[in-house]
């Protein structure tokens, strides 16, 4: 894989400020082109920081400000401070349609979880507002989805009351069929939320053709049902390997997106990112306006109080790895996911359920589970250090179950080689213990046939003498 000119230039030992990083402003709201050396990345945010309020001096604020040095160390820098630009970069790089001097409209969340009952809660809001100036009943709410949905889904339908109307799966197709989700689709949906990467195969679900589907409907019915999409897991995949696959606000029914900054993010567990489609999409009402911290401050989250190491860690990597970086990294793991399919594909002892276009993962099953299934191959790798999960699918392929590896920026080629080399392994431990088993059962039978044979004998014998 070629490395970038950035990559090369890093290497180099040139002093932070005369470089030409240096001499050229990052772009404030959108993610750079061309990586940008790790030194300078981190030399510009610290330098931003400096002009920051001093978060000990800061007496409007309950959070807590200081904390041992000790501890102090094993969080970031800049722990107790804000920063939102990266709404607006990941804004971009969803096509949201923004004037060139135009704020998005977004939020970070404590994970992709939170970022996605926010958006269903704003779908919920307009929906009722709606309903409510027609002179319609509005307690009834309902969502469709596929049954491959995240659990953060059925939490948001126990939780918000909205009933959840699944399309269920079969082997073969485990995403959502679009014409299916939008034969569902009734006057109280609120929403049709699509999958952007499965969490189940890592497959993206087609949000141009339920997006085609649906705007047929809604002109058909009269009605304006939108799109959600949950992109935790493919949002900063697409963009850099599939640019041209349309399933964000070029689409003009997807109203809301949310996405993992601690997954593809490549930031520690703890970010994630709501985005609407214009502020029109989310109901002001929806956003609580403060003034007690020294300035107006809008905010719409489930929590008040958070702490921005992620966000600050985020928006390193948006600038650090730029549009290149983050490609140059995704396609690296597609690679990867591809060689280590293609080695399970050569052992001839697997089915693979993922595909080659999306989240760079493979899930896969065995052809052969007479004697051994899944669960039992995913324990026989726990030894080798290996944490891989093994579960069935959802309704109606429950009968199915898989393993799934996930390829992160960290798993290299030499480790994919490791992983198959010790799959190997594992399978012939299996396949052992299988023989022995089926050996000692043949024994055990071939023993119960003589004994029974040798009681039949000798009970004929009894009855001879007595006759």
């Known amino acids: ?73 094993l969080v970031m820098a800049g722990a107790t401070k804000n920063y939102n630009r990266c709404v607006n970069m990941i804004a971009h790089m969803f096509h949201a349609p923004l004037k060139d001097s135009e ?10 979880s939170e970022a996605m009952m926010l958006a269903g809660l704003a779908f919920k809001r307009k929906w009722q507002n709606k309903r409510k100036a027609q002179g319609k009943p509005y307690d009834k709410p309902n969502m469709v989805t596929g049954a491959n949905v995240h659990v953060c889904w059925d939490k948001f339908a126990r939780y918000f009351e909205v009933e959840m109307k699944e399309v269920k799966l079969k082997e073969g197709y485990y995403v959502m069929d679009p014409a299916k989700a939008v034969e569902m689709v009734d006057e109280n949906t609120i929403c049709v939320a699509a999958i952007l990467g499965s969490t189940l195969n890592g497959e993206f679900e087609d949000v141009k053709r339920l997006n085609d589907l649906l705007m047929k409907k809604n002109k058909k019915t009269g009605w304006d049902t939108p799109i959600h999409v949950d992109a935790a897991s493919g949002g900063f995949v697409a963009p850099f390997i599939y640019p041209e696959l349309e399933w964000d606000f070029r689409l003009p ?17 703890g970010v994630g990112w709501a985005i609407w489609r214009t502020k029109e999409d989310l109901p002001e009402e ?90 039992k191959v995913v324990a026989k790798l726990r030894p080798f250090g290996w944490i891989v999960p093994a579960y069935t699918m959802p309704a109606d392929a429950q009968h199915v179950t898989v393993m799934r590896i996930v390829i992160r ?33 043949k024994a055990s039978v071939t023993n119960e046939e003589v004994v029974t044979t040798t009681t039949k004998r000798v009970t004929i014998t009894k009855m001879n003498c007595i006759c």
């Open 286 to 375: 929806l956003i609580f306006r403060i003034n007690y911290l020294g300035s107006d401050q809008p905010t719409f989250t489930l929590n008040f109080s958070k702490g921005s190491s992620t966000i600050i860690a985020q928006y390193y990597q948006l600038i650090r790895l730029g549009v290149e970086g983050y490609r140059n990294v995704m396609v690296n793991c597609r690679e990867n996911a591809k060689m280590l399919k293609e080695g399970l594909i050569k052992m001839g002892r697997f089915n693979v359920a993922s595909k080659d276009d999306g989240v760079p993962l493979v899930a896969f099953s065995l052809k052969d589970s007479s004697h051994y299934d899944e669960f």
């Open 103 to 112: 704020a998005a409209t977004g939020v970070a969340t404590l994970g992709s």
């Open 253 to 269: 029914l997807v109203k809301s997106i949310n996405v993992s900054g601690s997954k593809y993010g490549l930031v520690y567990a």
């Open 409 to 441: 920026k960290e798993f290299t080629r030499t480790l994919a080689l490791r992983l198959l080399q010790d799959i190997h392994n594992a399978l012939l431990g299996l396949d052992a213990n299988a023989k022995a088993f089926s050996s000692a059962k």
């Open 1 to 73: 894989m070629a490395f970038s000119k950035a990559a090369k230039e890093s290497n180099v030992n040139h002093p932070t400020f005369a470089t030409p990083y240096s001499q050229v402003a990052l772009p404030r709201f959108k993610m750079p082109e061309r990586s940008t050396p790790k030194e300078t990345a981190y030399q510009i945010i610290s330098d931003e920081l400096m002009l920051d309020g001093n978060p000990r001096l800061n007496l409007a604020s309950f959070v807590t400000t200081w904390m041992e040095p000790e501890c102090d160390k």
